[in-house]
Protein backbone atom coordinates (compact mmCIF):
# COMPACT_ATOMS: atom_id res chain seq x y z
CA UNK A 1 0.00 0.00 0.00
CA UNK A 2 1.54 3.15 -1.01
CA UNK A 3 2.29 5.58 1.79
CA UNK A 4 -0.10 8.22 2.33
CA UNK A 5 1.89 11.30 2.65
CA UNK A 6 5.55 12.56 1.53
CA UNK A 7 8.84 11.37 2.86
CA UNK A 8 9.28 15.26 3.39
CA UNK A 9 8.80 15.13 7.40
CA UNK A 10 11.46 12.64 7.91
CA UNK A 11 13.94 14.94 5.76
CA UNK A 12 13.22 17.97 7.42
CA UNK A 13 16.01 19.48 9.20
CA UNK A 14 16.00 21.47 12.12
CA UNK A 15 16.51 25.31 11.80
CA UNK A 16 19.76 26.51 11.69
CA UNK A 17 19.63 28.83 14.88
CA UNK A 18 17.29 27.49 17.07
CA UNK A 19 17.47 23.67 15.95
CA UNK A 20 13.74 23.50 16.28
CA UNK A 21 11.77 21.47 13.67
CA UNK A 22 8.43 23.58 13.97
CA UNK A 23 10.35 26.94 13.06
CA UNK A 24 11.90 24.70 10.27
CA UNK A 25 8.45 23.92 8.76
CA UNK A 26 7.59 27.73 9.71
CA UNK A 27 9.81 28.82 7.68
CA UNK A 28 9.53 26.59 4.93
CA UNK A 29 5.85 27.58 4.49
CA UNK A 30 6.66 31.21 4.65
CA UNK A 31 9.19 30.75 1.21
CA UNK A 32 7.85 31.89 -1.78
CA UNK A 33 9.51 30.92 -5.53
CA UNK A 34 11.99 28.42 -3.44
CA UNK A 35 13.82 31.91 -1.53
CA UNK A 36 14.25 30.07 1.24
CA UNK A 37 17.40 32.53 2.70
CA UNK A 38 14.85 35.35 2.51
CA UNK A 39 12.26 33.50 4.31
CA UNK A 40 14.77 32.79 7.12
CA UNK A 41 15.82 36.31 7.03
CA UNK A 42 12.28 37.59 7.57
CA UNK A 43 11.62 34.80 10.30
CA UNK A 44 14.41 35.58 12.04
CA UNK A 45 14.00 39.49 12.08
CA UNK A 46 10.68 39.20 13.41
CA UNK A 47 11.81 36.78 16.22
CA UNK A 48 14.42 39.16 17.10
CA UNK A 49 12.04 42.35 17.02
CA UNK A 50 9.92 40.19 19.18
CA UNK A 51 12.97 39.19 21.60
CA UNK A 52 13.77 43.37 21.92
CA UNK A 53 10.03 43.55 22.52
CA UNK A 54 9.97 40.87 25.32
CA UNK A 55 12.77 42.91 27.31
CA UNK A 56 11.20 45.89 27.18
CA UNK A 57 7.80 44.66 28.66
CA UNK A 58 8.23 42.74 31.42
CA UNK A 59 4.97 40.60 31.61
CA UNK A 60 4.51 37.29 34.05
CA UNK A 61 2.12 36.10 31.48
CA UNK A 62 4.60 36.28 28.37
CA UNK A 63 7.37 33.62 27.69
CA UNK A 64 11.12 34.92 28.27
CA UNK A 65 12.19 34.17 25.01
CA UNK A 66 11.30 34.57 21.50
CA UNK A 67 11.15 30.86 20.48
CA UNK A 68 8.87 30.31 23.72
CA UNK A 69 6.64 32.91 22.83
CA UNK A 70 6.26 31.58 19.11
CA UNK A 71 5.47 28.25 20.75
CA UNK A 72 2.67 29.91 22.59
CA UNK A 73 1.83 31.95 19.90
CA UNK A 74 1.48 28.21 17.51
CA UNK A 75 -0.52 26.79 20.68
CA UNK A 76 -2.62 29.69 20.85
CA UNK A 77 -4.00 29.93 17.13
CA UNK A 78 -3.90 25.81 16.71
CA UNK A 79 -7.40 24.41 15.89
CA UNK A 80 -8.87 21.17 17.49
CA UNK A 81 -11.48 20.79 15.01
CA UNK A 82 -13.07 21.89 11.65
CA UNK A 83 -16.25 22.16 9.62
CA UNK A 84 -15.80 20.12 6.07
CA UNK A 85 -18.46 19.99 4.14
CA UNK A 86 -20.79 16.40 3.42
CA UNK A 87 -23.37 16.11 0.78
CA UNK A 88 -25.92 13.80 2.10
CA UNK A 89 -29.29 13.15 0.17
CA UNK A 90 -29.05 15.93 -2.10
CA UNK A 91 -28.64 18.15 0.89
CA UNK A 92 -24.52 19.88 1.33
CA UNK A 93 -23.95 19.54 5.74
CA UNK A 94 -21.11 21.52 7.69
CA UNK A 95 -19.85 18.51 9.34
CA UNK A 96 -17.55 19.36 12.15
CA UNK A 97 -14.54 16.68 12.39
CA UNK A 98 -11.77 16.76 14.35
CA UNK A 99 -8.32 17.23 13.36
CA UNK A 100 -4.96 15.15 13.75
CA UNK A 101 -1.76 16.76 14.61
CA UNK A 102 -0.82 17.66 11.03
CA UNK A 103 -3.69 19.34 9.51
CA UNK A 104 -3.91 21.14 13.01
CA UNK A 105 -0.65 22.43 11.96
CA UNK A 106 -0.85 23.43 8.86
CA UNK A 107 -4.50 25.53 9.33
CA UNK A 108 -2.33 26.94 12.40
CA UNK A 109 0.83 28.17 9.54
CA UNK A 110 -1.94 29.10 6.90
CA UNK A 111 -3.82 31.34 8.96
CA UNK A 112 -0.65 33.20 10.86
CA UNK A 113 1.14 33.94 7.22
CA UNK A 114 -2.35 34.87 6.00
CA UNK A 115 -3.07 37.35 8.42
CA UNK A 116 0.55 38.52 7.75
CA UNK A 117 0.62 38.69 4.20
CA UNK A 118 -3.04 40.50 4.54
CA UNK A 119 -1.84 43.58 6.28
CA UNK A 120 -0.23 45.99 4.30
CA UNK A 121 2.30 48.65 4.46
CA UNK A 122 4.93 47.43 6.74
CA UNK A 123 7.87 45.17 6.54
CA UNK A 124 6.90 41.32 6.72
CA UNK A 125 9.25 40.65 9.93
CA UNK A 126 7.50 43.59 11.41
CA UNK A 127 3.82 42.47 10.75
CA UNK A 128 4.96 38.74 11.86
CA UNK A 129 6.68 40.01 14.98
CA UNK A 130 3.24 41.89 15.78
CA UNK A 131 1.02 38.82 14.56
CA UNK A 132 3.18 36.34 16.88
CA UNK A 133 3.04 38.84 19.47
CA UNK A 134 -0.65 39.13 19.46
CA UNK A 135 -1.80 35.46 19.01
CA UNK A 136 0.84 34.88 22.19
CA UNK A 137 -1.31 36.99 23.77
CA UNK A 138 -4.69 35.53 22.53
CA UNK A 139 -5.36 37.85 20.03
CA UNK A 140 -5.03 39.28 16.45
CA UNK A 141 -6.46 37.84 13.51
CA UNK A 142 -4.98 34.78 12.99
CA UNK A 143 -6.83 33.41 16.29
CA UNK A 144 -9.93 35.64 15.26
CA UNK A 145 -9.83 33.09 12.80
CA UNK A 146 -9.88 29.83 15.01
CA UNK A 147 -12.31 31.29 16.97
CA UNK A 148 -14.35 31.45 13.65
CA UNK A 149 -13.96 28.11 13.18
CA UNK A 150 -14.83 26.57 16.40
CA UNK A 151 -17.97 28.72 16.64
CA UNK A 152 -19.31 27.19 13.42
CA UNK A 153 -18.42 23.86 13.80
CA UNK A 154 -20.05 24.29 17.38
CA UNK A 155 -23.02 25.51 15.54
CA UNK A 156 -23.19 22.63 13.50
CA UNK A 157 -22.46 19.99 15.59
CA UNK A 158 -25.87 18.45 14.93
CA UNK A 159 -24.24 17.62 12.28
CA UNK A 160 -21.84 15.61 13.47
CA UNK A 161 -23.51 12.27 13.23
CA UNK A 162 -22.54 12.97 9.34
CA UNK A 163 -19.10 12.28 9.94
CA UNK A 164 -17.89 8.60 9.24
Known sequence: MPKQFTASESQLKPDPRYQDLTVAKFINCMMRGGKKAT???????????????????????????????????????R?????????VGGANYQVPMQLNRRRAQSLTFRWIIE??????????????????????????????????????????KAFAHFAW
Do not use: C, W
Not at 45 to 66: C, G, W
Not at 79 to 87: A, D, F, L, M, Y
Open 39 to 77: AQRVVYDAFDALQVRLDKEKSDALPKTSIELFHKAIENV
Open 115 to 156: AVREEKGKPVAVRLAKELFDAAKNEGKAVTTRENTHRMADAN
Open 79 to 87: PSVEVRSKR
